[in-house]
């Protein structure tokens, strides 16, 4: 019967580690990373392999891993990732992967991603690694953004032989994995690593330029075979209520930036981070629980409130999980309608309503609604909106791309209304995952190794 | 890195820097900012562009030490660690200087406000416009690159708080006098000039372009923390502006945001004067 059971990862205890920021989850020991792999019932058929976006062959690199051949075992999985030790730590597994789990029908599914995690990260440490030899084809290509979709589009575009630049607009490259994630879920010397080995296999990475005014994407076109699109969806939202202008109003961008990106949580840093007492983060995906874990971290009493209920909370499972653990405190079905302040503008409060539930919205996710006659007031210092975010366009200025209804770029099978140019990632679908991302900068790079090498037709 | 030529004091507190940035300038447009850093750590700090050579490469700065990072930057003499731009929109008379032709401009500047407005003055003089400039100081010591601007300006009025250089006064005295001139102005310098140089032209019902400078992060639309209160609705200054319309602005929201960091920004400046040492410290 103990099969039915994960092996769960060793983590910091919380009340020791919402106070640093160094990695939440200690990672799989050898033996327990074995006993896990020896649950994997090896399926003919495995159904976790469809659910992986980028089709990892599981049940192969697991059986690699009982062997105790992790070189092999990171073989198989780079076949389909090359950013396996960030996926393992930020994939929405249970959605994905270990939600189609045989084993998960009467049991616990195996922990695929902590697998993947441990194989990643023993490959590094051992120095496993091993680039593939590539021998130029004299095709150029441009990618805009480095994030994880730039960065897995550059990835498979350098295996294939094509001279790759990316450009980047702020001073490190990675964009959400360095700016976004925190340290505590993902260290930033996992990203540096998956950087260095992009840039080892001759990609070079053009930091500080903003494209569309340092060079517009028509000069892009004309000075590459390629051009890849992969912005993301950088602009945050605000909720448009009142006060909203307030000195203690932040986005949740802008917190994660300072502290991820600028380092405002050392003690000595040159970037500073407001100092609060409580803090409210509106919102229930990831980036809101980035959020406000950090803010605990800095000795805030950090608060999430959503407006809908648990169930409906939209981040991964596990970061839910260990916010609890952290003893962030969670308000469900309320939601502000005014930011209070004082004479100088800074925060005392929020006037807040109660929601409830109502049928479900397209999209299959349940609707919500203010109840007349709730509001009541919260006290605050600090108010972090964390409500998702919109596509920045800089990058396309002076160029005619078409865009979609909801100001996304147009794309089939990558590509967009101009000639050589593609995009993936959330700049095409909205905000969305890591994982998505990854799999929309591969997309791509399929389509243009197509069109430029005429390798790997479909049989269509 | 990027390799800087100059980087000297050229007024109390004023700093006059060169450095070769060859991205940065090859499509720069008068109006737009630049975000540097001096070190790896150092924080992400916007300036206005002051000058650029397109053939030599090199951009120049103007800035003002006011804290504890623009201390850092004033004491760095070899390389920049970061120089990200041209960031923000382009003056709107320099991208279409054909729609102004028949104005009469005015620049309003104060202070280093000074140094962006060279640029734009240049510009439209190559384009065969005569600009008029009042511009302002707290005292004569504090009048920057006066032979520049008078290189580039049809009139340049001077005016200093204490009476030092020019009139004394300030740049809206100047204005209230000379205002039935022109039809179009352009005004550059600490908010509170701009916003009394807006509340004067919108009496006299003269448009009014105004360049924010509100505090920054990533200055690419990413965090936000450069929003600002445009015709009533949330504008981002880094992607929206710099330069909006003075009329439309809420000046006094931006002023309370400019002191967010108050606090903090206190302690990082003792910090660095500490680590910095005795001889460097904001005067």
């Given at each position: 019967m103990e099969d039915m059971k994960k092996i769960e990862m060793k983590t910091q205890d919380a009340p020791v580690r919402n106070h640093n920021f160094e990695e939440v989850s200690l990672g799989y020991t050898k033996k327990e990373a074995m006993d896990e792999a020896s649950r994997c019932l090896q399926c003919k058929v495995p159904k976790c392999v469809e659910g992986c976006p980028v089709n990892i062959k599981i049940p192969e690199f697991i059986a690699a891993l009982k062997e105790d051949n992790i070189l092999e075992a990171y073989r198989i999985i780079s076949e389909s990732s090359s950013l396996s030790a960030i996926c393992g730590r930020v994939c929405p597994q249970e959605r994905q992967c270990e939600a189609r789990c045989i084993r998960g029908i009467k049991g616990d599914s195996i922990a695929i991603g902590s697998l993947e995690r441990y194989v990643s990260d023993e490959a590094f440490k051992n120095g496993y690694e091993s680039l593939p030899k590539v021998s130029k084809i004299n095709k150029t290509v441009a990618i805009v953004g480095s994030g994880p979709a730039g960065l897995a589009c550059a990835y498979d575009l350098a295996k294939e032989g094509f001279d790759v630049t990316i450009y980047e607009v702020l001073h490190k490259a990675g964009g959400v994995l360095t700016y976004g994630i925190p340290e505590f879920r993902l260290p930033k010397e996992i990203v540096s690593a998956q950087i260095e080995k992009l840039e080892k296999l001759g990609v070079s990475i053009k930091t500080n330029i903003p494209i569309g005014n340092a060079i517009t994407l028509n000069e892009l076109q004309e000075e590459y075979d390629a051009v890849f699109i992969g912005t993301g969806a950088g602009l945050p939202r605000f909720m448009g209520i009142p006060g909203e202008d307030a000195s203690g109003v932040f986005s949740a961008n802008e917190i994660l930036s300072r502290i991820n990106?600028?380092?405002?949580?050392?003690?000595?840093?040159k970037t500073p981070i407001k100092h609060a007492k409580v803090a409210y983060v509106i919102g229930g995906g990831n980036v809101a629980m980035d959020a406000v874990r950090s803010l605990k971290r800095l000795g805030i009493d950090a608060h999430i409130m959503y407006r809908r209920s648990e169930e409906e909370l939209p981040a991964r499972q596990m970061e839910v999980i260990h916010a609890k653990e952290e003893e962030i405190e969670f308000h469900f079905l309320e939601n502000p309608v005014k930011i209070l302040v004082d004479e100088e503008n800074n925060v005392i409060g929020m006037e807040v309503v109660d929601m409830e539930l109502v049928e479900e919205e397209a999209g299959g996710r349940r609707g919500v609604r203010e109840i007349k006659h709730s509001n009541h007031e919260v006290s605050c210092d600090m108010v972090v909106m964390a409500l998702g975010t919109g596509p920045n366009h800089e990058a396309l200025k002076e160029s005619d791309i078409i865009l979609t209804e909801k100001k996304l770029i147009q794309v089939e099978n990558g590509k967009?209304?101009?000639?050589?140019v593609y995009a993936g990632g959330d700049v095409v679908t909205g905000s969305a995952t890591v994982i998505l991302a990854m799999e929309a900068g591969k997309k791509a790079a399929l389509e243009i190794i197509r069109r430029y090498t005429g390798k790997y037709q479909s049989d269509k | 890195m990027y390799e800087i030529l100059k980087n000297e004091k050229i007024a109390t507190n004023c700093y006059l820097m060169e450095v070769v940035a060859k991205d940065v300038i090859r499509n720069a447009k008068p109006g737009q900012f630049v975000i540097v850093m001096a070190k790896e750590d150092s924080e992400r700090i916007p300036l206005t562009i002051y000058d650029y050579d397109k053939d030599s490469d090199v951009l120049s700065l103007i800035y003002q030490v006011v804290g504890a990072s623009t201390l850092e930057l004033s004491t760095i003499s070899k390389n920049l660690f970061a120089v990200s731009g041209p960031l923000g929109k382009a003056n709107e008379i320099c991208v279409h200087p054909e729609l102004f032709k028949d104005k009469k401009i005015v620049y309003i500047a104060g202070g280093v406000g000074i140094a962006p407005v060279y640029p734009q003055v240049k510009y439209l003089k190559n384009h065969h416009f005569d600009i008029d400039i009042i511009y302002g100081a707290r005292e004569k010591e504090l009048l920057l690159i006066q032979d520049k601007i008078e290189s580039v300006a049809h009139k340049v009025f001077y005016v200093t708080d204490d009476g030092s250089y020019g009139d004394k006064g300030f740049v809206t005295n100047v204005l209230e006098r000379e205002i039935q001139n022109y039809d179009l102005c352009v005004t550059i310098g600490p908010l509170i000039m701009m916003k009394n140089v807006s509340e004067l032209t919108r009496k006299y019902h003269v448009k009014t372009i105004v360049s924010l400078n509100p505090l920054m992060v990533d200055g690419s639309g990413m965090c936000g923390a450069c929003r600002c209160e445009i015709e009533g609705k949330p504008k981002f200054a880094c992607i929206d502006g710099p330069e909006f319309d003075g009329h439309q602005v809420n000046f006094d929201l931006l002023i309370k945001r400019m002191h967010i960091y108050k606090e903090e920004e206190k302690e990082k400046l003792l910090q660095m004067e500490k680590d910095l040492g005795k001889d460097c410290e904001v005067e």
């Open positions: 990106l600028m380092g405002s949580f050392k003690k000595d840093a967009t209304s101009l000639d050589n | -």
